[in-house]
Each structure stands twice: as structure tokens, then as C-alpha cells.
């Protein structure tokens, strides 16, 4: 069982009369709203944050790439992985991910990633993504060839790390004369690929038949996760393999406080911004960007959706956020890891506003308190 510490990055001031005044805090949020020396203040925040992982014994830690919005202000990831591999020591480093259409050519993000596995000493996970739905209106992209850019842009970043250069590649969408990226990774024959994914059957069959690692994306009620994990596992059957628990993760909020009730109160106005403003606009798919019967998977699952929620029953009840007691977070995370079957267990500490000093205690509670025990107590099962 692996323990990874996720960070969005995300803004906190979004304005009292955000509901009012604004449909969405994605790809049209004027960014005015961004004060530039605050923002310095959060990434100096949230890099120590992640660096605390590593000192306190995560196996990993996560960033990701989202684009023109307040709900994760981290439009280059390798950014920050290049910021982690120098000042962490253990952990894994996990870009989750690199959204590869957008990136012209593709090969830039074969070279970045072979610069951050060297720097770390072999450490990176390279996750390599689509790309969320709002990010195609950003990049003013057409959604319709997303899937046929990524398939081209991830079998040319395979080959430029497997393949002796200089190559030729001449695809639907990139042409390049000379393939021959400078640096090559440590890890051989190319650093463990992770990809996230919200339920699209493509993606799914993708990733079983190549054999690489499903990170659930969050804030789906549980039953939507049970669903994809399931069908991910039948994937892999049909494919002649039988899944590793180490192929499927699972994302969520985390918070840990001395009771269930001082987490609660320490926890849920940070919990509510970012459910009613953050999470506003993310869940877009413009036309042609996953197919029909997906993205009828996909709206299904919308109707469960984190941004449903109005009470604390309802988290509760639908798995979307772990709250509370150290004992009252291992019991939960127990029983849930067991039923979903995942070997990965990705954390969501801080959140939307939450401060700095209280995401470090909550870490910190974590760490001493829930790792070690669930870790031992998960490690049996796997091997009973």
C-alpha cells in the first residue's frame, strides 16, 4: 500500500459574491481576482507542504497541470516537480500529469520529464493526460481530435524515451525530422506512467492494455469509483492479465484533527469554498471530446457529483471527503481501500482555503497516527 500527498495549489480569495457574480472559476474567471504577491506566498506554501510529506514518509507526492482557473493554479507541474526532485530526498514524484496535446511539439514533455526523473535520481511518475474538458475552450483547441492528439503525442513520447535517436516521425498531427531528446530518463526503459481518468471507458481500455496504472479522479460518490475500478479490472481480464491492486488509485480530501468534531469544525468552511466555488465549472465536456456512450457514463456519475452535495450527511455518505478522529479516518480509509481494491491511496490534504499551519497538523496526524497502522494492516490483506 503506497501513500501519496496531492496538492491542487488552489486560489483562496475568490470574492464573498462569487456565486453571484460569476458562473464559473474556470477559463473566463477575469484574472484580476489574482493578486501576484499572495500568489507567491501560496506556492512557497504548498511547495512546503510537499516537502513535509517527504520528511514525514509519504511514498509519493502529486501535482498536476490545470490551466486559466482557481481550482488548481498550476499551470506547469514540472515547474514544481523540478522544485521537489531538488529538495525532497525519498518520495516519489508524481507529474499527474502533462496534458500532451497541448504540448508542441510533444517531445517537449519527454525532455522535461527525463530532466526531472535525473535531477530526483529516478523518482518521477509520469502521468500523461488528455486534459480536462474546460482547458480545450482555453487552449482554444478542437475537442474532437483529443483523443487522436493524445494517442499520437504518447506513442511519440514512449518512443523518445525507448527508441535510440535521432528518428523521424511523421504523424497526422506533429511532423519532426529529427526525434533525439537530450537527457534520457534514469529509470529504464521509461519512469511508471499513471494516467487519471473520470470514468471514460476509452481511457480505461487504454490504460489495461498497456499495462499502466488508473488514478480515479475525485469528488464521484463512491459508487462511481467502485464502478470504474470494477470495469478497469475486467479490462485487464479480457486482456489475459489480472489487475495489480498497485494499477488503480484512489483521490480524496483528507483532514485529520484530535476528535471528529474538532475536524469538523476545523474543516468544513474550507470544505464548503471549495465545493460551491472551486469546483464550479469544472465538469464541462465540449462537444466531440469523449464519445457517446462515455460521456452517458460520465453524466450518470454527474448526478452524484461532489457539487451536489448540501450537508455534511452528504459527504459523509457518499465517501467524498475522509473527515475526522485518527481512528475514525483509518476505519474509514480501511473499509474503503478493501472494497475499491486500490493500492494507491492519493491525499487531498490541503483544500481550498484551508491554512498552511492547519494542513501541516493534519498531515502530521496522518502520518504518526493512520499511515503506519493502515499501511501494515493493508499490506496483510494484499498478501493473505
Known sequence: MKFFAFHLMPWDRLPDDFAEKYDTAWTWLPNEIFDPV??????????????LADQLG?????????HQNAYGTMPSPNLMASILARQTKNCK??????????????????EEFSMIDCISGGRLIAGLVVGGGPEY??????????????REAFDLIIRAWTEPGPFE????????????????????PHPPIWIPGAGSRETIQFVAQRRFAYMGIPYFHMDFFQRNFDMFRDECEKCDYTADPEQLGWLLPIYCAETDEQAWAEYEAHLWYFVKKLLKGLVVFPPGYTSARSIAGI????????????????????GYAIVGSPDTVRQKLSERIKKLGVGNLLGLF?????????????MKLFAEKVMPGLREEMNAALTS
Not at 137 to 146: D, E, G, Q, R, V
Not at 350 to 362: E, I, R, V
Request: charged letters at 20%.
Open 137 to 150: 475552450y482555453s487552449f482554444s483547441k478542437n475537442p474532437t481530435f483529443a483523443r487522436e492528439m493524445y
Open 38 to 51: 499572495h500568489g507567491g506566498e501560496l506556492y512557497n506554501n504548498y511547495l512546503d507542504q510537499l516537502v
Open 93 to 110: 514524484i508524481a507529474v499527474v500529469g502533462n496534458a500532451i496535446p497541448f504540448y508542441d511539439p510533444p517531445t517537449r514533455c519527454a
Open 169 to 188: 516521425h511523421y504523424g497526422k498531427h506533429w511532423k519532426l525530422k529529427y526525434v533525439n531528446p537530450w537527457p534520457r530518463p534514469i529509470q529504464q
Open 299 to 318: 453524466q450518470k456519475g454527474l448526478q452524484q457529483f461532489m457539487s451536489t452535495c448540501e450537508t455534511r450527511n452528504d459527504i459523509e455518505a457518499g
Open 58 to 66: 509519504f511514498d509519493g507526492v502529486c501535482v498536476n497541470e490545470h
Open 350 to 362: 490541503q483544500l481550498g482555503t484551508l491554512p498552511h499551519d492547519m494542513t501541516c497538523k493534519s
